[in-house]
């Protein structure tokens, strides 16, 4: 019996290697076309293998040994992995265009309405049209800047919470969830995430559903195995949370029908003015000139804003706080310059008060480069393409790995380590011209929520630097917090971040 196996298994061994070698052969070798490395594949599921628990550090890992540019096999689909900041520039810059689709799956479009929300739109008239309207009318600066008041409410209504409790553990992870649920729904929605029924409702559903998008799955990759995916029930999941989902947006876009917008977006009682659905149902109702959107292009725009905006800002906000308590030197330094300038008791911290605070800004930098909350983002290759001597064929799938960037040794010295000041005489920044730093993207592409994301983020951190000292619970020292990442849509920290607020400056 037990030759019998040693045999079974020798037979498994041996077809495993011939499809292993078969599969590189046909891959490295065809005719004159330059493909980029790769590491040997598996049969039928390619590369999906390496995948591992956190893709960013399995690839980044893989990129060590086969290069910043490596030609993978996700099942039958070819994927073109970046690690380094210089083509990244390639894709992001030079043949961004040709780089500006967004790969065609199954799974999304179960949820973003057969890929009609700007994240997954591909490339074309339609993509402009939405994306503009997403620049111009949600979040061009002056809305921006009209969110403001919302936006110090709601860390005024944080940081009296955190007074409340001062000297005993809060759950940060938790606290910011909220503030950021409350922020995104009150300019979504015009009320607050705990406050409106649908909101609350739509984000928990919102976040399972994206946490199961986040999975690669092998009947994504490999069509003939799409049936794993219809057995394991992961489909039906996903038709349930499309149903949920859109029923909670019929029921808020009814819901500001009702109550009726003028055309300025503002409600008629006036209590919350400016909110995303209102300012979309005026576009709808041709209210404003020159632009028009339909009923389920304004559903996909929605879902964008409250999915890709709320779990980003966050995960940003859990890993700068972490980094701040393992390193109390950056803290203090943090504090005193935050201090100095809020000179004088005053409580209240603007805009122009921001500009000013160029370490709190070195901080934010520093906390993109080692946590890019979207670790990895993807885009797809529209026609074929020479990169940097390789043959990159159309629909190959690409894949950024900001977070391998934020480690590339040509661009970082020390990279393990959490170091403010090298962005203290630099002019390097994450807008999209940096590409060492690319947490929003870069290109046509780029993170329109950049400039709503980055303030809110200065905001929050600042007023808690200002008005609290920070501490472990029980004396743990700051190198003892654990920072295990978890794996998603972004990287956050796995376990909550409990501390205590030690000291408040009022
Ligand atoms: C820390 C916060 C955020 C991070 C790190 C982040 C990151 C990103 C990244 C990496 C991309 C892909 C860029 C590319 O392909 O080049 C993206 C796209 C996008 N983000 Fe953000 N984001 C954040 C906040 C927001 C916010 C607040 C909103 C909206 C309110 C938003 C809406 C979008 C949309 C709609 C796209 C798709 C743009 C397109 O494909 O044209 N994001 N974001």
């Known amino acids: 019996m037990e030759e019998f196996q040693l045999f079974a298994f020798l037979v498994a061994l041996i077809v495993l290697f011939c499809g292993l070698y078969f599969t590189r052969n046909k891959l490295t070798s065809r ?54 900041a210089a083509i990244a520039k390639e894709i992001l810059k030079t043949h961004d265009l040709a780089f500006a689709n967004k790969p065609v799956m199954s ?23 939405i994306r503009s309207i997403f620049v111009h009318e949600l979040l061009n600066s002056t809305r921006v800047k009209s969110f403001n008041t919302i936006r110090e409410e709601e860390i005024g209504l944080m940081v009296e919470k955190i007074k409340r409790v001062s000297s005993s553990p809060v759950n940060l992870t938790y606290m910011f969830t909220r503030l950021t649920n409350d922020m995104i729904c009150r300019s979504a929605f015009g009320k607050k995430h705990s406050e409106t029924g649908h909101g609350k409702i739509f984000l928990d559903k919102m976040d399972d559903a ?35 989902l859109d029923e909670v947006l019929n029921a808020v876009i009814e819901d500001h029908m009702s109550r009726g917008t003028s055309s300025n977006g503002d409600e008629d009682d006036g209590k919350s003015k400016e909110n995303f659905v209102d300012i979309l149902l005026g576009i709808y109702k041709g209210n404003t000139p020159g ?98 001597g390789y043959d990159i064929a ?27 000041e090298r962005f203290l005489n630099s002019c390097v920044d994450f807008r999209g011209f940096d590409f060492q730093l690319i947490p929003f993207g870069a290109g046509r592409r780029i993170c ?20 609290f000292d920070w501490a472990l619970p029980h004396g743990a020292k700051g ?19 409990i501390v205590v607020p030690t000291k408040s400056y009022f």
């Open 448 to 467: 329109p929520g950049l400039g709503f994301a980055a303030i809110s983020i200065e905001h929050t951190v600042a007023n808690l630097m200002q008005k």
């Open 394 to 420: 159309p629909e190959t799938m690409i894949l950024i790995n900001a977070w391998a960037i934020g480690r590339d040794p040509s661009c970082w010295d020390e990279p393990e380590k959490f170091m403010p």
């Open 107 to 129: 799974a999304p479009k179960k949820i973003f309405y057969d890929l009609k929300d700007l994240v997954n739109l591909q490339y074309g008239e339609q993509w402009r049209k």
């Open 210 to 244: 994206v946490a199961l998008l986040f999975n690669f799955t092998i009947g994504e990759f490999v069509p003939w195995l799409g049936w794993i995916n219809r057995l394991n029930g992961f489909n039906a999941s996903l038709d349930k949370y499309a149903r949920e």
């Open 31 to 84: 005719g004159n076309i330059k493909l980029a490395p790769s590491p040997p594949t598996l049969p039928v599921i390619g590369n999906l293998h390496q995948l591992g628990h956190l893709p960013h550090r399995s690839l980044w890992e893989l990129s060590t040994k086969y290069g910043p540019i490596m030609l993978l096999k996700f099942g039958s689909k070819p994927t073109l992995v970046i690690s380094s």
């Open 291 to 388: 632009v028009s959107i339909d009923l389920i292009s304004l559903k996909a725009v929605i879902l964008d804003a409250l999915g890709a905006g709320t779990e980003t800002s966050t995960t940003t906000l859990i890993w700068v706080m972490t980094e701040l308590i393992r390193n109390p030197p950056v803290m203090t330094k943090l504090q005193d310059e935050i201090r100095e300038i809020m000179e004088g008791g005053k409580q209240q911290i603007t805009d122009e008060d921001l500009q000013k605070m160029q370490y709190l800004k070195a901080v934010i930098k520093e906390t993109f480069r080692c946590h890019p909350p979207v670790a990895i983002y993807f885009r797809a290759a529209r026609e074929y393409v020479n990169l940097m």
């Open 479 to 497: 190198e003892d917090l654990d920072a295990t990442e978890r794996p998603g849509f972004t990287i956050g920290k796995k376990e909550p971040l």
